[in-house]
């Protein structure tokens, strides 16, 4: 039997147990209502409307073929939740016990006086009892209102320039389609409810051959979009083209319309005029980068120069953007000869190291089987490589190099008998058709080979193309100066800025004037290797090339000795070439001379018409003779602005004289005679091809 005092303290501990759970009740009642839907809602009919590019095809599962139309589409509404429905309770109830019966009372007996009130909610302590084990975790909720439940990924994301398809072909053959790739990862199933194809030439595009029109992709599963390319037949007629496309994928998703860009390029034939410049390369491609093509008289060059081509930067090393990341040397193209075997490899070096690591190579025409009519990974776009390698980690500064031994430092880049400095990459920051550029991300195109070699060297820079992200240039690095291609110096009006930049042996401004337009030089007595005021430009001996003055007359002073006015080229001061005005035992002649290591050895002459009052003096430069012959002068004169003649015939060269900076210019001498005034009109580098 309880004490009034224990039965007033049990009834109390009652009355609070009984409180907690009703206030637990209470609260969980609140939760529920709130997380409760709060009705159905029907989602508006969305209209969805394609506009036709050149040639849109809309394709539905009620299509029976690609069909060139514009489309428009709605959709129905449609519902957003189900009726909500009671949900039993799934809790279970608590037992109640009597408390255990208190002890003896020890403790000061309880006045049953009014009782004390009942502590407010918030103070009420813990329940007592085992500790219940946390719930499983919730699933992850859905995606938020207007997110992508799809993820779109192309062979082509390396290109850096979005969802991408790229194809190229010869002859109109029909090669392989590629896929772009959907992959569901949201917890609900995903309809595809048309493929639309269109852009300015999205004629030119079709899906592949048994590719739905409309599937549905379930949670987390995946599904390839097949698209191929199929040029009209005209190509081969016209020559490259180049076409730009869309595939509009539709979806019940919120991220719908998933667009991929489509890029094409169809060559009439392969290697030589029929290759695609390296512009046409970077189009089809999707980048935005200007490349502009020069033509020369090679076709499809774009110039030998070592100065910017377009948008190109000089970059001969480059430094990793994030040292964290690797840096990736991805492929874009290959135009080069057929090969039988494996290309020659690709890979980089690093700043002032002789050591190369070599990342991959091409596969040849035997290595695929005979594929692509027996080019293998040749003359396409996006070759594939034979290690699949593309990856490296340099650690600073670094340049790219291939087998052959050709670098981004032009410094390195020797001929087969000189430090020819050619340069053979050309690098342009990355950009998008829209002309933003791409960070970190480099395109670099290569025109492989000696100039030495001009059946093959041709200056149009998509021999191999990549590009090179994760990447900056080395703000420390600098090009060697380059050569001029094409300069004349007329008209002067200065003695100490005539437009000559160097000289052979030496300088004397005292000796150097200008009167009338014309430049003067008094001459000294010097030798064949010490010419002094021999006044050069630097200039690029890559292709064939025109060094050419008018002299100015009258020419009678020049009567003894080996007193000589004229031009030069060559290697330096005791190697070089020169036709001149010359003291021909007393008179006159137009003399042609050659001087290798500073000894003279005359190639031809022809007597000089007495009271001649202009000279017009020219050497034709070929670096190359046939299809690996040394390289040839030839040399020309006029009188009194008559038409030019040739005297003697072709004179080699060393080939060690044909480098991007080769000195060219005028030299006069009075060496054996007495001081005179040799008088210069003009002097002019021009290009021959």
């Known amino acids: ?270 290697e030589g005029i029929y290759e695609p410049s390296a512009q046409q390369v970077l189009s089809a491609l999707g980048y935005g980068n200007v490349a502009p093509v020069s033509g020369l008289p090679v076709p499809l060059a774009l110039s030998p120069a070592s100065t910017p081509i377009g948008d190109e930067v000089l970059a001969p090393y480059f ?64 070759p594939t490589t034979t290690t699949g390698v593309l990856s490296f980690t340099p650690g600073g500064s670094f340049g790219i190099v291939d087998g052959q031994g050709w670098h981004t430092d032009d410094a390195l880049n020797v001929s087969s008998a000189a430090a020819g400095h050619w340069h053979n990459f050309r690098v342009w920051p990355a950009k998008r058709a829209d002309g933003t550029p791409i960070p970190s991300t480099y395109i670099l195109g290569e025109d492989q080979y000696d100039v030495l070699n001009q059946s093959y060297k041709n200056w149009d820079y998509q021999d191999h193309m990549f590009v090179l992200t994760n990447a900056t240039p080395d703000p420390t690095a600098m090009q060697p100066a380059a050569g001029v291609l094409a300069q004349t110096l007329s008209s002067f009006t200065s003695a100490t800025a005539t437009g000559f930049t160097g000289t052979l042996a030496g300088l004397d401004q005292a000796q150097l004037a200008v009167s009338g337009g014309q430049l003067q030089v008094t001459t000294s007595s010097d030798t064949p290797s010490t010419r002094v005021n021999a006044l050069s430009l630097a200039i690029n001996a890559a292709t064939g090339l025109r060094v050419q003055a008018r002299l100015a007359g009258p020419f009678t002073a020049i009567d003894a000795g080996g007193e000589r006015q004229g031009v030069f080229f060559g290697h330096d001061a005791s190697d070089y070439l020169e036709v001149a005005v010359a003291n021909s035992g007393g008179s006159r002649a137009v003399v042609v001379t050659k001087v290798t290591g500073g000894s003279t050895s005359q190639q031809a002459s022809v007597p000089l018409a007495s009271g001649a009052t202009t000279v017009d003096l020219r050497i034709e430069v070929a670096p190359y003779t046939g299809i690996s012959g040394d390289p040839a002068a030839t040399v020309r004169y006029a009188v009194d602005g008559g038409s030019l003649t040739g005297l003697g015939s072709a004179i080699t060269l060393p080939t060690a004289w044909i480098t991007s900076t080769s000195p060219a210019g005028i030299i006069a001498t009075s060496e054996g005679g007495s001081p005179f005034t040799a008088s210069y009109a003009s002097f002019a580098v021009t290009r021959s091809y």
């Open 1 to 270: 039997m309880l004490s009034a005092g224990s039965a007033h303290g049990w009834a109390y501990s009652a009355r609070v147990a009984v409180l907690a759970v009703a206030l637990a009740l209470a609260g969980a009642t609140s939760a529920w209502a709130a997380k409760k839907p709060a009705s159905c809602s029907t989602s508006p009919a969305k209209k969805t409307t394609t506009k036709a590019g050149a040639a849109a095809v809309a394709l539905r599962a009620s299509s029976s073929g690609p069909q060139k139309t514009t489309t428009t589409s709605t959709k129905k509404p449609s519902s957003t939740c189900s009726p909500t429905k009671k949900k039993k309770s799934t809790r279970k109830k608590k037992k109640t016990t009597a408390p255990p019966a208190r002890p003896p009372a020890t403790t000061p007996a309880i006045t049953p006086a009014t009782p004390a009130p009942l502590p407010t909610p918030e103070l009420l302590p813990a329940a007592p009892g085992p500790v219940t084990p946390p719930a499983d975790p919730p699933p992850p909720p859905p995606p938020a209102p207007g997110a992508a439940a799809l993820d779109l990924a192309t062979p082509e994301d390396d290109l850096g320039l979005g969802p991408r398809l790229v194809f190229s072909t010869v002859r109109d053959q029909q090669r392989a389609g590629h896929a772009a790739t959907l992959s569901n990862t949201s917890g609900d199933p995903v309809t595809v409810e048309g493929l639309t194809l269109g852009g300015d030439d999205g004629g030119e595009f079709q899906l592949c051959a048994g590719q739905p029109a409309s599937f549905t992709i379930a949670p987390g599963a995946d599904a390839d979009v097949c698209v191929e390319y199929r040029p009209p037949v005209s190509a081969t007629v016209t020559g490259t083209q180049v076409a730009q496309g869309e595939l509009t994928i539709e979806t019940d998703d919120p991220g719908s319309p998933y667009v991929v860009s489509l890029g094409g390029l169809s060559q009439r034939e392969y």
């Open 319 to 382: 430094l990793p953007a994030d040292p964290g990341r690797p840096v990736s040397l991805v492929p874009l193209a290959r135009y080069a000869g057929q090969p039988a075997s494996s290309s020659q490899q690709f890979g980089w070096y690093a700043r002032g190291s002789s050591t190369n690591h070599f990342l991959y190579a091409f596969p040849g025409g035997a290595a695929t089987g005979g594929q692509n009519d027996n080019y293998g990974q040749n003359q396409l776009l996006l």
